[in-house]
């Protein structure tokens, strides 16, 4: 059975990427535009990881990991922050919230499978 | 169209929808200096324009934007006030930005000229802020500089990974870092349960387990901790190197299993000592005092036999020859070249083009030759520092002496007659070093001196002797 993958990132272009590289290595994905969107699609949605922006309107990264943690089904599911914070407070916010580890912009497609064998069965 | 060049298209028409963005939102922020979501919508667009440039190549609007972006999050820190010199600035650098989006060959030099001074403008009002260059972006993989692949020996490695209790909580998956290790060599796991709670106590969703794992492989000491870069800040993990195995011809003594739990901390010397002398195999002698546990046995067996299995694959893969027979090799290679040498010479006054071509084949063949046998002399150093650390180590002990002994640059060769003349004085230095040299624990807590790193050999490759 294939897992299913939600990216949530403001920035269409990384979405793509990110999907387009998921896909190929044979994941499902669900885009959501910003923590907000991510929020409301878990609704519809049973996900196995969460790769998510830090900085997004409406709902930030690091609000939407504390939620998605909060959620029952979601207490164990992988959680990958992609950013371009390289600052430690931010990584250090972000593991506080739950995310399980991070990835920093710029990455290579081959660098973001690498982090998801990691961490996803 | 490539997958690439949709990516690149995809940011194009991306960033230029943000830079819509841009406009409309340092507008809205000269007329209301307060607006906070203005500024935040600012922050973020100029976040993403650059994070995704770079993401796709763009690295000059990448550069150039990070320096606006730096002074809308100090701005929306309210570290730096809203003035009509920014506003100018972020304008024209959205208008710099738009036009190095429309020039997929890369603007004129009087453009770039404008850049830098927008920049240096920005500097003048953020003092701080570091030129987007000395910032290198940060790569997940591989943190510390990897070390070169064609050094790197074939070493074990003695980790022990002990993960939080709540490690499931940040959605980790030990089990998977253990599938990790295994792919970068042979690897051999032990699981302890020794804080495995009674079932009364057991929570399904704390973990409980720890492991020791022997890894041998190439990868080196970089790859191996980037396995935990998630988990070591929370987790116990220490990776320490057995063995570096060199290809040799001597079998090299096994550690005893004493030894290797001494040296993992598990149990003291004395314990070992006292256990030996009911002359019972040690295992079996610490189990029936109660003084270790079955599992922390079993895995320093483990540990002794992987080490055994892979000096048993180094010694098989090597040939035993006389010394005598490789010297006459060598000089019978010797007087090749030197004959070699007198053919081209008269191929070269006769000047016989059919002649020509077979005299470069055996020049070529011939250098080759002289090459490869000086070189099956070189052998590694490492075999001897095997040696080394048990001679110190057994030295330390009797003299009642902490000593550290670090070594480095065992895959460094060297010609087999000297690495054998060298063995006696080293031998000699290391234990006149130990006697007299370095103080005992006692001495040396009294003076504040730190355990003495005794020995450091990164030499050079030296050459052979012809």
Sequence with gaps: MSRLIMTADDSSSVRQMVSFTLKQAGYEVVEAVDGQDAIDKLAGHQIHMLITDLNMPRLDGIELIKQVRAHAAYKFIPIIMLTTESQPEMKAKGKEAGATGWIIKPFKPEQLLGVIKKVLR | MSEENKFSDGYRQEAQELLVQVEESILDIEENPEDLEAINRLFRAMHTIKGSGAMFGFDDIAAFTHHVESAMDKVREGLVPITEALINLVLSSRDHIKRMLESPDGIEPEEKKNGEVIIAALR??????????????????????EEPKSKQLNTSYRIRFKPSEDVFSTGMDPALLLDELAGLGDCRISVLTDHLPVLEGFDPERFYLAWDIILTSTC??????????????????????IQEHAITEREEPLPKLGDILVDRGDISREAIDQALGHQKKIGEVLLGEGAISKEKINSALKEQQSLR???QNSVSSSVRVPSDRLDKLINLVGELV????????????????????????????????????LNIR???????????????????SELGKEINLNTSGAETEMDKTILERLDDPLVHLIRNSIDHGIETAEVREKNGNLLPELFSFPPPTLAPMS
């Design chain 2, 124 to 145: 003048e009002l953020i003092p701080d802020d570091l030129p987007a260059q000395e910032k290198e972006p940060e790569f997940f993989a591989s943190p510390q500089p």
């Design chain 2, 338 to 373: 030197i004959t070699q040498a007198s053919l081209t010479q008269v191929s070269a006054d006769i000047d016989h083009a059919d002649l020509a071509g077979p005299v470069e084949d055996i020049q070529r063949l011939t250098g080759e030759l002289r090459d490869n046998v």
């Design chain 2, 378 to 396: 070189m052998m590694p150093i490492g075999a001897t520092f095997t040696k080394f650390r048990r001679l110190v180590r057994d030295l330390s």
């Design chain 2, 220 to 241: 080196g000491l970089n790859a191996i901790k980037d396995v935990f870069i998630f988990v070591e800040d929370d987790s116990e993990i220490s990776i320490s190197v």
């Design chain 2, 309 to 311: 299995s892979v000096q």
